[in-house]
């Protein structure tokens, strides 16, 4: 199979992210401007939009903000499509081999990642003070706790929270927060998965740790470590006057100054219609972090886990050094190039370490403090993950022997798609706009197209009601597909507990996959079995 040719420069002109468009198809492979560039032409390209909104042209569509997720469009050479799943014949692992036991539901797909079991392995979040998480978070934190997995709260959600209070600085009370750690416990079953507090330089300078374990009894915390918006500060939209003077008031840099006359003038004018708020990104240092994690602990963090973004490698390895001598349960890297915020577009397409190169670096970090004799945590890798296959492919991969790195993936925008797609097409069957395809296809009420909805209406009778649908749309999403589907592939390399999978499960397709993975060829692998097996 022919190498992957990266993708031109020609969508650098003309993105869906932004909203822009060129006039004509055939743009310079170079620029991505049109050949003849006219003054007459109606469209907006990123040049012209650039001319018009300046800074806003960095951002997604900002008219989006808060019913929308954003990712990059850059094809980066290398993903998890590079690889196939090597199916087996013979044999069953981690199940007797009789053809009446070993079938494909029996498969055993739970975790623990952070010490923490999981039904399935994947944790969601992290949803912090977007729009977009908090206007769909009970679908969010009730589907997560049907799932049994764990859903993290992002960053700023404290800072955010207009009815928060503080006391010389530090956060006492947040009606936000509070209500999103209930929403998860409403239909938590105290066993699998738990409820994460994710926390930024912001929150640690308001106490937000020390509030949500002490106040709301949150036994995750997690720390991030330099990730906002990419390696910047988080960022969201504002499209109040009056909350953004009040976020500025507490700390946090918004974009331009809502207590500018002038500024103000501008918005009430028109000119613009939202501030930007942004929060630091912290500068960690060894002694500081090491002490950091101690004095979580102090306050009764039960597990701790880390997350980063897509740095460089000596920052891949700085970062596992710190875990490692901080002994941290887990470690989640974030490839390029999605977001659940207001991620700049550049930043998504053009800057970090991609998926699969960044968990290459990571495992080979775990590898070296293995050899070492170093406490390794539990991996979790995040970045453009959305079925199965990928999952499979990023766990197995990560198993040199004795059991794989990587416990669970982290998923952010597709859990949000179900949720979002799902309150979306209820409320077209209340107003009878459903589609007439999906209507004559799935059923024109969401009892009769949500597949799940007669088993959870058994399983919780008269609490049924209690469940939003984008809940009931997240359970099925990540047990009715991705849990079986994992099932059917596990199944197919004969092996039925998700510790089995390993590296020799997969095979490259590309040089470019081998060479960066070490994983073989598909020509390659077990190319002596032919002559050994025969011989």
């Keep these: 199979m022919p190498e992957r ?53 960095l951002y997604p569509q900002p008219e989006y903000f808060g019913d929308s997720t954003a990712g990059a469009v850059k094809d980066y050479g290398l993903d998890w499509s590079h690889f196939n799943i090597l199916s087996s014949l013979f044999g069953a692992e981690g199940i007797e081999a009789d053809p009446d036991l070993a079938l494909f539901p029996n498969v055993d797909v739970s975790s623990e990642v952070a010490g923490v079991p999981i039904r399935v392995p994947v944790v969601i979040g992290a949803y912090g003070s977007t729009e977009v998480a908090r ?19 992002g960053e700023n959600v404290c800072g955010m929270d207009l009815d928060a209070k503080f006391s010389n600085g530090k956060v006492v009370y947040s009606r936000e927060l509070k209500r999103r750690v209930e929403s998860f416990r409403k239909f938590w079953d105290g066993e699998y998965g738990d409820v994460a507090v994710q926390t930024n330089i912001e929150d640690q300078r308001m106490g937000v740790d020390v509030y949500a374990i002490s106040k709301l009894e949150v036994n995750i915390i997690e720390r991030k470590l330099g990730q906002g918006a990419k390696a910047i500060g988080g960022e969201v939209r504002i499209r109040d006057l009056k909350k953004a003077i009040t976020l500025k008031r507490r700390g946090y840099i918004v974009i331009p100054d809502p207590e500018d006359p002038t500024v103000q003038e501008a918005y009430r004018d028109g000119v613009f219609k939202s501030f ?29 886990i880390l997350k980063t973004g897509s740095y460089r490698p000596s920052a891949v390895a700085f970062t596992m050094k710190l875990a490692s001598e901080a002994k941290v349960d887990a470690v989640t890297f974030d490839g390029a190039g999605g977001g659940t915020g207001m991620s700049p577009v550049p930043m998504m397409d053009e800057m970090g370490t991609p998926t699969v190169y960044l968990e290459v670096q990571a495992l080979k970090c775990a ?36 059991g794989p790195y990587v416990k669970a993936v982290l998923m952010g925008r597709a859990p949000l798609t179900a949720v979002m797609k799902a309150s979306y097409f209820t409320e077209l069957s209340e107003r009878g706009k459903l589609p007439k395809y999906f209507a004559e296809r799935y059923g024109d009420t969401p009892d009769r197209f949500f597949i799940t909805a007669p088993k959870l209406r058994a399983m919780f009778k008269d609490r049924f009601s209690e469940i939003p649908w984008g809940a009931v749309a997240l359970y099925t999403y990540l ?32 040089e470019r996959a081998s060479r960066v993975t070490g994983i073989p060829l598909m020509e390659e692998a077990e190319k002596e079995a032919i002559e050994r097996i025969l011989g």
């Design 479 to 510: 047990t009715e597909r991705i849990g079986i589907g994992l099932k059917q592939l596990m199944a197919g390399v004969r092996k039925w507990r998700l510790n089995l999978i390993d590296r020799g499960d997969l095979a490259s397709l590309t």
């Design 5 to 57: 040719v990266l993708q031109n420069s020609s969508y650098l002109n003309s993105k869906s992210t932004t909203g822009t468009n060129t006039r004509v198809k055939d743009v310079s492979p170079t620029s991505g401007m049109c050949p003849i560039c006219i003054r007459e032409c109606p469209f907006l390209c990123e040049i012209s939009l650039s001319a018009f909104r300046g800074r806003e042209a």
């Design 276 to 304: 930007e708020r942004h929060s630091r990104v912290g500068m960690p240092s060894e002694k500081d972090f090491l002490e950091d994690i101690d004095q979580l602990r102090e306050h009764g963090a039960k597990h701790v």
């Design 135 to 153: 206007v769909n978070w009970d679908s969010l934190a009730i589907g997560a706790a049907l799932s049994g997995t764990i859903i993290i709260i």
């Design 367 to 402: 590898e070296v403090l293995k050899r070492r004799g170093r406490h390794v945590p539990d991996l979790m890798m995040a970045g453009g993950f959305i079925n199965e296959t990928q999952i499979f492919k990023s766990i197995s991969m990560s198993n040199f022997g004795g």
